[in-house]
């Protein structure tokens, strides 16, 4: 299975640099590339001109090939951060911005200096002290500079519970799984205020109805999922996020909540 498993992670490397966002969008989870195309619609109107981004839990690097595709010119650096990432220096050499890839323990002290952007997205519900991640965060953060986050909309978790029995499921410990069930604006802004941050919007990310979330949470495997991004394409036919959005119009239609906060 070992050569097997190595085999496939080289034919997609190579994929990845010859076709890119394309191919990705057909074999990766749809959800990722719309929290990705947020983050892409936030640096596009921020004020800074060139900046240094720190994506801290930053999984398979996606938005790393985002910024590269669709604003490398306003990038300066990347450093992505998370705790497996040996396989991504690789995955990602052909990319031009300067940019690499860091082990680090999010529960244990970790200090990369300030950044322009810190982009951080469906990592805090797995972590059980969340203030303190919440607060390493922000001290990561320039003067001026912006803290992008995103986690599930505590709301949307329990509205479809009613519908998908176990849809808001959270572990007592830390087990990679979710240890709360989402966040509302309130207690995203009460993190905030806690660190000082001025809260520029709320934001909403992937819309779903019940029918919705019925067919993608059928189509988790590999090959389920590459026939569900094709049956359903999400780019075409669904709200992918919406900025500055009423939390009373949104907070349980769409799948995650995101907030931009900038530091004084």
């Known amino acids: 299975m070992r050569p097997l498993r190595d085999a496939t992670q080289v034919i997609d490397r190579i994929l990845i640099r010859l076709l890119g966002l394309p191919y990705l969008r057909l074999v990766r989870d749809p959800l990722l590339h719309e929290r990705c195309e947020y983050l892409i619609a936030q640096v596009k109107r921020?004020?800074?001109?060139?900046?240094?981004?720190?994506?801290?839990?930053?999984?398979?690097?996606?938005?790393?090939?985002?910024?590269?595709?669709l604003c490398c010119?306003?990038?300066?650096?990347?450093?992505?951060?998370?705790?497996?990432?040996?396989?991504?220096?690789?995955?990602?050499?052909?990319?031009?911005i300067p940019h690499e890839f860091r082990r680090t323990d999010l529960d244990?002290?970790?200090?990369?200096?300030?950044?322009?952007?810190?982009?951080?997205?469906?990592?805090?519900?797995?972590?059980?002290d969340d203030i303190?991640?919440?607060?390493?965060?922000?001290?990561?953060?320039?003067?001026?500079?912006?803290?992008i986050l995103t986690t599930p909309s505590?709301?949307?978790?329990?509205?479809?519970?009613?519908?998908?029995?176990?849809?808001?499921d959270v572990s007592s410990v830390q087990d990679g799984g979710h240890v709360r069930q989402g966040y509302t604006a309130d207690e995203l802004a009460s993190l905030a205020?806690?660190?000082?941050?001025?809260?520029?919007?709320?934001?909403?990310?992937?819309?779903?109805d019940v029918k919705d979330l019925g067919r993608y949470l059928s189509h988790k495997k590999m090959l389920d999922q590459?026939?569900?991004?094709i049956s359903n394409p999400r780019r075409d036919h669904v709200t992918r996020f919406v900025l500055g959005g009423e939390a009373e119009e949104f907070r349980d239609r769409y799948m995650s909540i995101a907030v931009c906060l900038r530091k004084p």
């Not at 205020?193 to 779903?208: G, H, K, Q, T, Y």
């Not at 590459?226 to 991004?229: A, D, E, G, S």
Request: net charge neutral; proline share 1%; glycine share 8%.
């Open 132 to 147: 303190r991640l919440f607060d390493a965060l922000c001290a990561h953060v320039k003067r001026g500079g912006l803290l």
């Open 108 to 128: 244990e002290n970790w200090d990369f200096g300030q950044f322009d952007l810190v982009f951080c997205a469906e990592v805090i519900e797995h972590i059980v």
């Open 226 to 229: 590459i026939v569900f991004n």
């Open 46 to 69: 921020a004020d800074i001109e060139r900046m240094r981004v720190l994506d801290v839990g930053c999984g398979s690097g996606l938005a790393l090939l985002y910024l590269e595709r």
């Open 193 to 208: 205020n806690r660190n000082a941050m001025e809260l520029l919007s709320v934001d909403w990310i992937s819309r779903f």
């Open 154 to 168: 505590k709301d949307f978790v329990l509205r479809m519970a009613k519908h998908f029995p176990g849809f808001d």
């Open 73 to 96: 010119g306003r990038i300066a650096d990347y450093v992505g951060v998370d705790l497996d990432v040996a396989r991504l220096a690789k995955r990602y050499r052909f990319v031009t």
